[in-house]
């Protein structure tokens, strides 16, 4: 509680800056595992993607999905996904001809006592589901072209591109969860990444928003590096950021966990899992990637050079906690 509240109270300094090589370290190893995940995973597309088949129905027998799986097969589906649905039932199947539709139908409703007229069948085309995939590219590529647009007018070059890189980085982690995961990617996947991408890009905006206005302030005669002036910055706006991250992931987690588990929300998971790695990630990374990387960026420009080299020749520098740049300057 101790630390807690010296948190929350601003008497605590953490050095974000300073431990760039732990966030670089970390950042890169999460970054290897979702990508090799992807490449041997994949992720796995729902029906709205793909096409296929969808059973829905209901029954008062107690059954797990193994046995449903199993029955299922038994009628010669090869693709068979079950889910529970609240109190019900949720099979996905590759797309079925409409008289294996129709026997299956029959097949689900004797093993399982429920009515025939009781088990909806949902039939999804291919073509439709590429049609929705190609929209869903086209929707993602005109968010991101928006988001590097708006980046790139509202800041300088190099914390746009630091924001960016950071937003990828969300990006690239949370679908690389999903494919570790094996969770289902539907239309509310997609809607879960886009939210969590303008969340980053909100928390970003923050951070960068108060590094601006602090480090507009350095010249020939500061008495703080870039490094200094970015950590500090990053600090007055720590505590506003991790207020709105619990703020924005607790009714989240509360959905993921409580609500697909203890109600049986099945649907729901596909939305809250990209929402709640999402809101993790981007608070991680606002704070521990897009800023260090855009202080490496700005360290190597002469203004701020000088600023280190000077502060490191007088000892005004010792002490002080400062990015890669302006330690290899002091060193020199």
């Not at 709205?48 to 009628?75: M, P």
């Not at 797309?95 to 009515?115: C, G, H, M, Y």
Request: glycine residues 10%; proline residues 2%.
């Amino acid at each position: 509680m101790g630390l807690a509240r010296r948190l929350y109270r601003g008497e605590i300094d953490v050095d974000f800056v300073g431990k760039w090589r732990l966030w670089y370290s970390l950042s890169g190893v999460l970054l290897l595992v979702s990508i090799v995940g992807l490449l041997i995973n994949g992720l796995n597309l729902g029906v709205e993607f793909r096409g296929g088949t969808v059973f829905s129905f209901k029954t008062s027998q107690t059954l797990t999905v193994e046995q449903i799986r199993q029955d299922i097969q038994d009628e010669g589906v090869h693709q068979v996904i079950v889910q529970s649905a609240g109190d019900g039932w949720r099979v996905t199947t590759e797309t079925l001809e409409e008289d294996f539709r129709a026997e299956v139908q029959s097949a689900i409703a004797k093993d399982f006592n429920v009515p025939a007229g009781d088990v909806s069948v949902q039939a999804i085309g291919a073509t439709w589901g590429g049609e929705v995939s190609q929209k869903a590219w086209i929707g993602l590529g005109v968010f991101m072209l928006a988001i590097i647009l708006y980046l790139s007018m509202a800041f300088e070059p190099k914390m746009a591109l630091a924001a960016i890189v950071a937003l990828f980085h969300d990006l690239v982690i949370t679908a690389g969860i999903y494919a570790w995961s094996g969770f289902e990617v539907t239309p509310a996947t997609l809607l879960g990444f886009l939210t969590i991408l303008g969340y980053s890009l909100y928390d970003a905006v923050v951070v960068f928003d108060m590094i601006k206005e602090v480090t507009a302030k350095l010249g020939h005669t500061s008495k703080m590096t870039y490094s200094m002036a970015a950590n500090n910055a990053l600090n007055h706006t720590l505590i506003r950021s991790l207020n709105t991250s619990l703020v924005a992931i607790l009714p989240v987690a509360a959905i993921l966990f409580i609500g697909t588990t203890l109600l049986g929300a099945g649907t729901l998971k596909d939305l809250s899992l990209a929402l709640f790695v999402g809101m993790v990630v981007g608070t991680y990374s606002s704070l521990c990637v897009a800023t260090p990387l855009l202080v490496t960026l700005k360290e190597r420009e002469p203004k701020y050079q000088a600023i280190a080299k000077r502060l490191a020749s007088t000892g005004g520098g010792k002490g002080a906690k400062g990015g890669p740049k302006s330690a290899a300057v002091a060193k020199g």
